[in-house]
């Protein structure tokens, strides 16, 4: 909200008490009337952002109309207005010169209004991420598309020098940011930049209401209705096809690495308008935005997977003698391997379950491989990993009377994506499946108690969660040949992380589920007295987090050369052994991870 205040005096500059002071919101129609005190002061506190005309009337005067007045997030502005003698039936009109400088306040800030908004281009589509607007501001993710789902990466900046991710984010003055994170706070929601009225980021020395921040306050103003129905609706797109590929790529016979990424979506706003039932035009409005995201982030990838050969246990392609780690006998006290013949592994001392996990590598596909080592750089693939999000928020605006303005806001959403990924198929590493679902609601009122009295009070709740899974989660680990009595130590079924020296690995994503809730209450009173204002209240903050991260919920298992080196067990040769018999051999190391879940309230 927004503070416009000033004196009211007479030509000879001294104070007309008892004038009155109209404030009229020009989009709206919405006024609010106060009269000035024995000084000729006037204040009007907890006022929307927007454009504004400003009548004053007093006896013995001309009416003087101000138009121009353009209010923005946490203003605290200066007006003073000279009323020329004559009769209140005569008016003046003329154009508001509003002082930008404000001595009421002690914090500095920078204001993104919707001008700034629809003509900069917005890289990411995310509000949050025009903090970099801002003087002061040092990103630590310069390089990256910041989009509406990135909650880390819309939060990782720091202002005037203070501690990285350690601001508070506020959507219309109620809180906005759930603990995802066991001490890592988010801001859950990311609005669209179509519904964002004004964006202010606030550092310096900070009003005492926004004491939790540790450094800087960003506050983002939600689009209201206005007496006109107005609407858009719009696309942004890139996409591969329009791009030229790149030059090493190109020269290895590579196709571009395809992507695509489209936003979309619609507002309307409005009176609140049922023929023949209700007009809510000076009174009643609404605003609606949704938006979706599709994108298909290009990858490509050049890695080292098993050869047909080698799928069968026939290692002769690998220059490197390769040894029986179950074979080891004593030689004059030292632990001897015998080597496999020919560097073959015979079906019968083939782990089975290493053999069953051989079919989910994919088949090589790149023919121009060194003959000497028809593993290195065998398999090439270039596709998109998806990014799919929807958002929307509803606003309504309400004057219940003269005196009593109130509004209620609902905002529910959710996002989906896969990390990047060697190959297409269930075991692949990475490519964990993340839903970041979150959902708002927050009522706000403010009550004129008197001309020079207004209470605020907002109630809020936020919603947010970061749920990761591994691709291949629900796996059936018997297929590959496990025994229950493993099934039942593992915490999520999924196909297994496998290391293997030399070759592309398998699997490898955690499991991860980080709900968090907050709900917050905040009321303030502030009086007029004489040229004093004074500002008391309070915030209440119910923080929950619920917290339980498992890096390799199916185990871990590494193969590296030593397991098939030789001929000593001990201390193996250098240039003997291989990661992928060590594997089909069933000798590695190996574990389970058990982890706890925590649950915090603050």
Do not use: C
Request: aromatic fraction near 12%.
């Amino acid at each position: 909200r927004a503070t416009l205040q000033g004196n009211v005096v007479d030509p000879s500059q001294a104070g007309i008490p008892g004038a009155t002071v109209i404030l009229r919101n020009v989009e709206t129609g919405i006024e609010r009337s106060v009269r000035t005190d024995e000084t000729g002061h006037y204040i009007f506190q907890y006022v929307m952002p927007g454009r504004y005309n400003l009548t004053v009337q007093a006896p013995g005067f001309k009416t003087t109309v101000r138009s121009g007045i353009t209010l923005s997030l946490n203003d605290n502005l200066r007006l003073d207005v000279e009323l020329p003698l004559g009769e209140t039936t005569e008016t003046i009109s003329v154009v508001a010169e509003v002082s930008v400088v404000q001595p009421q306040t002690s914090s500095l800030g920078s204001v993104v209004n919707r001008q700034i908004i629809e003509t900069l281009p917005l890289k990411g589509h995310s509000s949050l991420f025009m903090f970099n607007l801002v003087t002061g501001v040092v990103n630590n993710r310069y390089w990256e598309d910041a989009r509406p789902s990135d909650t880390g990466t819309n939060v990782l900046f720091t202002a005037n020098g203070s501690p990285v991710a350690t601001g508070d984010v506020a959507v219309d003055g109620a809180a906005n940011m759930v603990n995802v994170g066991r001490g890592l706070n988010l801001s859950a929601w990311v609005p669209s930049t179509e519904s964002v009225a004004e964006f202010k980021l606030q550092m310096g020395t900070l009003p005492a209401e926004y004491g939790r921040s540790g450094g800087a306050f960003t506050n983002i103003v939600i689009k209201s209705g206005t007496n006109e129905l107005h609407g858009s609706l719009y696309e942004y797109f890139r996409n591969s096809a329009l791009d030229a590929n790149q030059f090493f790529p190109r020269g290895r016979g590579q196709k571009l690495t395809p992507y695509g990424i489209n936003v979309f979506g619609f507002s309307l706003g409005g009176p609140v308008y049922l023929p023949k039932l209700y007009d809510g035009r000076n009174r009643t409005f609404f605003f609606l935005n949704y938006e979706g995201g599709r994108e298909g982030n290009g990858q490509s990838r050049t890695t080292n997977v098993p050869t047909p050969k080698m799928r069968r246990g026939d290692f002769s392609e690998v220059a490197a003698r390769i040894y029986d780690p179950f074979s080891v006998r004593l030689v004059d006290g030292a632990p001897i391997r015998d080597p496999y013949p020919n560097n073959i592994i015979p079906e019968s001392l083939q782990d089975p379950v290493a053999r069953n996990m051989m079919k989910y590598w994919p088949e090589p596909n790149n023919p121009n491989v060194n003959p000497a080592t028809p593993w290195v750089q065998n398999f090439v693939q270039g596709s998109k990993w998806p990014h799919t999000r929807d958002g929307g928020v509803l606003k309504i605006d309400h004057q219940l009377t003269a005196k009593h303005q109130t509004y209620l806001r609902f905002n529910k959403g959710d996002a989906f994506f896969n990390f990047n990924y060697d190959f297409d198929g269930i075991a692949t590493p990475g490519r964990n499946v993340v839903n970041r679902p979150y959902s708002g609601l927050t009522l706000s009122d403010t009550y004129l108690v008197s001309p020079r009295t207004v209470l605020d009070t907002r109630l809020a709740y936020t919603f947010g969660k970061e749920q990761q899974r591994p691709y291949s989660y629900g796996f059936d680990l018997a297929s590959l040949g496990y025994s229950p009595s493993f099934i039942r130590m593992v915490q999520a079924a999924a196909f297994p992380t496998i290391r293997i020296t030399g070759i592309q690995g398998l699997a490898g994503s955690g499991y991860r589920e980080q709900p968090g809730y907050t709900y917050s209450l905040q009321s303030s009173l502030s009086t007029q007295r004489d040229r004093h204002l004074w500002k008391t209240g309070g915030e209440v903050r119910l923080v929950r987090g619920n917290f339980f991260n498992n890096s390799n919920p199916s185990g871990f298992f590494s193969f590296g050369v030593t397991q098939t080196g030789g001929p000593r067990a001990d201390t193996p040769a250098s240039g003997t052994g291989f990661g992928l018999a060590s594997f089909l051999a069933g000798y590695g190391t190996g574990s389970i991870d058990f982890a706890n879940g925590v649950s915090i309230q603050n």
